[in-house]
């Protein structure tokens, strides 16, 4: 088996590596988006306590 057929996966290549990408491309998204939404609730709740430290 060459190199080339390998990639070509027996004329489903398309599929298999389409796949393999978009999984991967979630794989490095999700931690972002994570990251960026954990971040945002804790500002969100820093601004919350601010506000009713205020009130008192």
Known sequence: MTFPEFLDMGGYGL??????????LAMVAEPILVRNRRRAQLLRVTRLRRVKRGQK
């Not at 590596?17 to 978009?22: E, K, L, M, N, Q």
């Open 15 to 24: 599929y298999v590596w389409g796949s393999f990408g978009v999984t991967a």
